[in-house]
């Protein structure tokens, strides 16, 4: 097993010179992808990496020290207060074959489907016998509410990794985003990419070589999602996709009610009267732009909203406080639209018909996810149903369908 770290003072250039230039983390030879510049640090030209230069910053004076690192079989407990339901254990039993097998698969679980609580036994297969395991995801919010959840099951020592927030121990269970993959050579023979259809993972092939680098040459790489694209199906033998169209809890998923209410009129109080009748839960409000969250975030100041996008600078102090309660109305972008799970959630998704239907299906999936039932609302606002409005409504009702036929509804 090999683990790829930065030294800065001997070991593997990060870009080398051979018929051209090479880059030695991310396996990039087109030259147009290098830059070359004097560097008075240096003092003399060197060239770095444009094709990962959001993972590293790796150059012609850039030393990389590969490590090795044995294997460290590990027999991991597993604190569960609740039993698998059928359709859980059923996913379960295939992720864990697919662990002693070797190969990929996907995990195409709706929304709330419990996919964390699937993966337990195939990561506690993966540790017993040595093999180093990873859990990413291409977004911060996730890896956080991952590694929260791992840690509450599992009482072992985990690494979790996204940008300014290294934790390391011994690199044998992992969790952290994509970009962080590129610390990893042929290190990991588990890797679980959870949300792999997320921002910016699907037009992004420097993320998949990452993911395909830190990888064993004989390795299980596992999918999970509730909204695979078309072209990551087509990638995948029937045979090797996991469809569970049930959530844990046996309710079925909250169908989406449309509203006419244009952007325009949200911005100039028309929601007021609708915000004022609340009077229970923590509402979401999903916008596709950030100015107009910001105006509607002065409109209805009144009404103490809290604003949340991605490049806020207390973003995570914010979703922490979400999550304890210390926020009932949220103004928010796509970014909560994965990886953030509380109780007593309702959902408005503002000009709806800007969002595909994967988005909106995910929007749609933050009510109802608890154990405790509740019965929570999802509206779409719009200014005219759009297609991406009535795929997301008709995936929803298809599954809820499917999941009645196979008696995981109650």
Known sequence: MMSLFETGIDGVKGVVIDKGFKCTICQNENQQLFHTYYSHHFKQEITYCRNCIMMTWSTTETYYQLTEIPSLPENLECHLDFELTEQQQYASEMIDEAVKTGGKRLLHAVTGAGKTEMILKGIQSARSIGMNVALVSPRVD???????????????????LYEGHPLTYN???????????????????????????????????RLMSCIHRAATPVSTII??????????????????????????????????????????????????????????????????????????????????????????????????QIRAGHHLIVFTTSILERGFTKAGLDVWVIDAGSFTSECLIQMAGRVDRKRDPYKGEVVFFHNGVSSSMQKAVKEIQRMNHAAVSLGWIK
Do not use: W
């Not at 890896?143 to 791992?150: D, F, G, N, P, S």
């Not at 087509?234 to 244009?262: C, E, M």
């Open 171 to 205: 690199s044998t269970f992992v969790i952290c985003t994509v970009q962080q993959l590129y610390r990893y050579f042929h290190h990991f023979s588990l890797i679980v990419v959870d949300e792999v259809d997320a921002f910016p993972l699907p037009m992004d092939d």
């Open 223 to 320: 999918y999970l999602t509730a909204t695979p694209p078309k072209r990551l199906i087509q990638q995948f033998n029937p045979h090797d996709i996991i469809t569970l169209p049930a959530r844990y809890h046996g309710r079925p998923l909250p169908v989406p009610s449309f509203k006419y209410l244009s952007i325009k009129t949200v911005l100039k109080g028309g929601l007021s009267a609708r915000l004022q009748q609340r009077t229970k839960g923590t509402l979401l409000l999903f916008f596709n732009n950030i100015r107009e969250m910001e105006t509607a975030g002065e409109v209805y100041k009144n009404f103490n909203p809290v604003t949340v996008y991605a490049d806020d600078a207390l973003r995570h102090e914010k979703v922490d």
């Open 142 to 160: 996730v890896v956080k509410e991952l590694y929260l959840r791992m840690t509450s099951y599992f009482t072992a020592d985990i690494d979790v």
